[in-house]
């Protein structure tokens, strides 16, 4: 079992709709959480990054962590054109280095 | 304010000829690591230098080596390039969270 599964996707919705992102992970121990976003033809910029279990939220993007289920989410309210982009989820590995999901390719629709 | 700065942004190789890509930095960052992306694969660790003087393998070295130079620049190369070593390359930085190059379009034919 890889240690982070993703999604790839693609995903397409409507403007100003609610988008769920969902990565899996495989060990408990995992404490730190991070989504990364990437438009096309850039490097990955990191979006939200949370410790531990909860909830996490900035403006439009809410990240969640599900310890006991070892389920992480990105919720994104009011999508806009501009939230297209792969979105990446990273857990900080047992080997000291972060460890990526595959991403999962967003399009928002006008 | 550069962040993490990577040359060149592009290249095309032919199968044998070496390269080096170069990163820096500018966040007095200790950690600094090189990722190569491809499709349906995701990210995955080639090195990563925890402080300078020191380098360490990640998941798919074989075929790259690593330079930490100094603090600030943390170097990949190619000795002799193959076709599978086509990819993008990112560099990154930083301790927690990362900062990401805008990445190198390697190709090789």
């Known amino acids: 079992q890889k240690e982070v599964e993703q999604d790839p996707g693609p995903l397409s919705v409507p403007e100003g709709a609610i988008v769920s992102l969902n990565c899996t992970y495989s060990?408990?121990?995992?404490?730190?959480f991070m989504w990364y976003r990437q438009y096309s033809r850039k490097g990955p910029e990191l979006l939200m990054y949370t410790y531990s279990s909860g909830n996490k939220e900035d403006g439009r993007f809410t990240a969640q962590v599900d310890k006991s289920s070892k389920y992480i989410s990105l919720f994104i309210r009011d999508s806009q054109p501009s939230d297209s982009a792969t979105y990446l989820c990273a857990i900080w590995g047992s080997q000291g280095n972060l460890i990526f999901g595959k991403g999962t390719k967003l399009s928002v629709k006008p | 304010n550069a962040g993490v700065t990577q040359t060149p942004k592009f290249q095309v190789l032919k199968t044998g000829q070496s390269m080096t890509l170069q990163c820096a930095q500018d966040?007095?960052?200790?950690?600094m690591y090189w990722y190569r992306q491809d499709p349906g694969m995701g990210l995955r660790l080639i090195y990563y230098?925890?402080?300078?003087?020191?380098?360490d393998k990640g998941e798919v070295p074989n075929g790259y080596n690593v330079s930490r130079l100094n603090k600030r620049e943390f170097s990949l190369r190619l000795e002799s390039a193959a076709p599978s070593q086509t990819s993008v390359y990112f560099c990154?930085?930083?301790?927690?969270?990362?900062?990401f190059g805008s990445g190198t379009r390697l190709t090789v034919v």
């Open positions: 966040m007095n960052h200790n950690s």
């Open positions: 990154a930085s930083g301790a927690t969270g990362y900062t």
């Open positions: 230098s925890a402080s300078e003087g020191t380098t």
């Open positions: 060990n408990s121990a995992f404490q730190y």
